[in-house]
């Protein structure tokens, strides 16, 4: 059984005034899975799936700059003519296999509780997940069924986004209870889609759905992110997540940071607008060199790659003898035995990016060339993804709008 929208609108201030509030506890682990990366078994770059990677961070993006104008009825400032759409606790992570080399976590849904594998995305704000009734583009996916599920609460809204990129996905949206680690928000909204974009099909994304973390300004239903909610609801000990994306032991921690991942002090990166986790990089260094000082820059979980504006991008490569690589226009290849020295600073302190970190993999037509983690691409502003990400341990603080960074135990 499950509620219509009626009857939430007359019985929500009730049903929440009445439900439960879970102590407030100390942070929690959820561990995380990662799925395989843009390269093919003989680490060669897969040329589709970096594409394919590529356009759905894009698709992703223009959809918060959407949603932040629909939301706020101004346009996000770092949109540009040009980028438009042309029409507490801790959670192990683990990637499942598709093409990208992205990190899932396991959350309930629904009472009785329903298993699902979620990326947790700091570029996006909703929780989206294949429905009932879904056609045959989410098939191989756990599918949310609110007639199975005693709390679920039927909006009548419907929606249709891009998610993943390609096209649409559209479908309605729901309240049910969401779980994380024994974190519970009993009125979460949620999207239940009838089809899945090209993006967050099966041999693309092994996980089930996202489950947002940005901020409500880019939230394409308009509500607040499941994590804005635990902290509203005073159930983490601090209002900050963490994500350590190493190989060993990788976990999302929720309530505060955990430190046994990490060693030293947090360097702090103000947030410059609030929509996405945007933050200032001071510089980019190459070989020893300032290549870009003072560039906008988003931190993004739910992006592999390190991306950039086509000019700065160009700048970078132009410093290090990188050439542009056949794949797109915004991809270069260098010697795979002269990889680059680079390091990205944030709140004065540098963070040296690994040399491994720095390649995709090899040019199967030319192996003695490797292709480059940093792509450029029509972006107002730089996207930190996972690459980097990897390489140091971070933490977002909700409350004080900040992003953390501090070296990996």
């Known amino acids: 059984m499950h509620l219509t929208f009626p009857t939430v609108i007359t019985a929500l201030p009730f049903l929440i005034s009445a439900a439960p509030q ?17 390269v093919n078994v003989d680490q060669s770059v897969n040329f589709e799936a970096l594409n394919s990677h590529i356009a759905s961070t894009t698709a992703k993006i223009l959809r918060g700059f959407d949603n932040f104008e629909k939301n706020t009825g101004a346009s996000h400032p770092s949109a540009v003519k040009g980028a438009r759409k042309r029409n507490s606790g801790g959670l192990p992570l683990s990637s ?25 995305d700091t570029g996006s704000s909703d929780l989206v997940l294949p429905g009932i009734g879904c056609d045959a583009s989410c098939n191989g996916h756990a599918m949310y069924d609110q007639r199975a599920s005693s709390t679920s609460i039927q909006l009548g809204m419907p929606f249709n986004a891009r998610f993943g990129g390609g096209d649409g996905a559209f479908g ?27 993006g967050l099909r099966i041999g693309k994304f092994s996980g089930d759905g996202l489950l947002g973390m940005g901020f409500q300004v880019i939230s394409h239903f308009g509500h607040n992110p499941f994590f804005q909610n635990l902290v509203n609801e005073g159930q983490t000990a601090e209002p900050v997540f963490a994500f350590n994306f190493a190989a060993l032991g990788p976990e999302l921690y929720i309530g505060g940071t955990n430190p046994d991942m990490y060693i030293g002090d947090f360097t702090w990166a103000p947030v410059t607008q609030q929509g996405f986790w945007q933050v200032s990089i001071d510089s980019v260094v190459a070989n ?17 790659l390190i991306l950039g504006p086509l000019s ?9 003898g990188g050439i542009p690589f056949r794949v797109n226009g915004g991809s270069y290849s260098f010697p795979c035995d002269a990889v680059p020295r680079v390091s990205f600073t944030f709140g004065g302190t540098s963070f040296p990016l690994p040399t491994e970190n720095l390649v995709v993999g090899f040019d199967v037509d030319n192996p003695s060339r490797c292709v480059g983690a940093i792509v450029g691409g029509t972006y107002p502003f730089w996207i930190v993804g996972t690459h980097f990400l990897s390489s140091v341990y971070t933490a977002f603080d909700l409350s004080n709008e900040r992003v953390g960074f501090a070296t990996l135990a």
């Open 22 to 38: 879970s102590a407030k506890q100390r942070g929690t682990a959820i561990p995380l899975s990662k799925f395989s990366s843009l």
């Open 96 to 120: 499942l296999g598709d093409h990208l080399h992205r990190w899932f976590g396991m959350i309930s849904i629904g009472t009785p509780p329903r298993d699902f594998a979620v990326m947790f």
């Open 172 to 198: 309605y949206q729901y309240i049910d209870n969401v779980t994380v680690v024994g974190l519970t928000v009993n009125y979460q909204t949620l999207g239940a889609a009838l089809h899945y974009s090209e």
């Open 288 to 304: 020893g060199r300032n290549v870009l000082t003072n560039v906008a820059g988003i931190i993004d979980t739910g992006t592999l």
């Open 312 to 320: 700065d991008v160009a700048l970078f490569y132009a410093a290090t």
